[in-house]
């Protein structure tokens, strides 16, 4: 499939694809092929349905995370590797129980976010993370790292100031930095640590995010999908060194993040926009099941980290 986006892309067709966490599933489509079942929303094209009339979401939503008990023994797994220095960072995840009175179609157009998609009655994503965006032989990527409530009294300068969240940031940030230095020239920072707003059905939260952008060496034809290839998965949903902390993910986590955290894309002909698949609700034999997590250093406390996770069950919704 790699080998297919690397082919459109040399004769610049048109197409979305989708990637799983582990690379294992692929997809891709030619404007012309995608399922009726898949509906999605990319910055550079939109293909999603108008709300329904549930912008509000003011409907109950029952949140249902593990167990805190559950949660604190994966930490202590990925925290005994952090002391041990196999690695800076760990992007620790779990998988949470949700109930509310809307279909995964309902959900997914009640909600507003830059990068959105349904894929059937598998799952839909809301995410506000672009992964890479390539224009005009420009690649920039944009992990997001940090998460506070917007509602706590000065929550802008708290999290900018938060030693913990700081050294998270700073260790994606070089991380992204290595990754597109792979296939790009000139990599630098843009724009460090700056904040978006997201509105949601529990309240307000407040992200951080990094800019990061270099010039595609050798274009971008015919390389689509070999830069993808090289720049998988990513980092912000992993952690470094990358090869290292994903097999400990996989050892502590203990479940499938299957397309969460993994990307999907559109390539216009010419350029291409791309999002990290957090924010997500699979359906799972009928029940739906949000997968939510959170960056682990070895300043982080349990308590807040699975504050955060529980935080970051939201479905955004459309002021």
């Not at 067709?13 to 966490?21: A, E, G, K, R, T």
């Not at 995608?34 to 912008?55: C, I, Y």
């Not at 949601?200 to 274009?219: A, D, F, H």
Request: charged content about 25%; hydrophobic content about 40%.
């Amino acid at each position: 499939m790699m080998a297919m986006m690397d082919d459109l892309g040399t004769r610049g067709i048109p197409f979305l694809f989708i990637i799983s966490f582990d690379g294992s599933e692929v997809h891709v489509w030619r404007t012309e092929e995608v399922p009726s079942e898949v509906v999605f929303s990319v910055p550079s094209k939109r293909k999603a349905s108008k709300p329904s009339g549930t912008d509000n979401l003011g409907l109950p939503f029952t949140v249902s995370p593990v167990v805190y008990e559950k949660y604190r023994e994966a930490f202590g797994k990925v925290m005994y590797h952090l002391k041990r220095g196999d690695s800076y960072l760990i992007n620790l995840t779990m998988p949470t129980e949700i109930e509310v009175p809307l279909t995964l179609s309902e959900i997914f157009e009640a909600s507003d976010a830059p990068f959105r998609i349904q894929f059937g009655e598998r799952f839909i994503c809301f995410s506000p993370e672009i992964f890479v965006r390539i224009t005009d032989g420009v690649i920039s990527s944009y992990p997001m790292k940090g998460t506070i409530d917007a509602t706590v009294p000065d929550a802008e300068n708290r999290i900018l100031a938060d030693t913990k969240e700081m050294a998270e940031h700073n260790t994606i940030v070089d991380l992204i930095r290595n990754d597109l230095s792979m296939v790009a020239g000139e990599v630098r920072v843009k724009r460090y640590r700056y904040i978006d707003r997201i509105e949601t059905n529990r309240g307000p939260l407040l992200q951080v995010s990094s800019e990061i952008g270099g010039k595609l060496t050798g274009g971008m034809r015919g390389r689509i999908g070999t830069i993808m290839s090289k720049l998988l998965p990513a980092g912000s949903v992993t952690g470094a060194p990358k090869e290292k902390t994903v097999e400990i993910i996989r050892m502590a986590e203990g479940y499938d993040r299957g397309f969460y955290t993994g990307v999907f894309g559109w390539f216009d002909g010419r350029d291409l926009d791309s999002g990290v698949m957090i924010r997500f609700i699979e359906n799972r034999a009928g029940k739906l099941i949000y997968k939510s997590g959170g960056g682990i250093t070895a300043m982080s406390n349990p308590e807040s980290e699975y504050g955060e996770l529980v935080r970051k069950v939201y479905i955004p919704i459309r002021t």
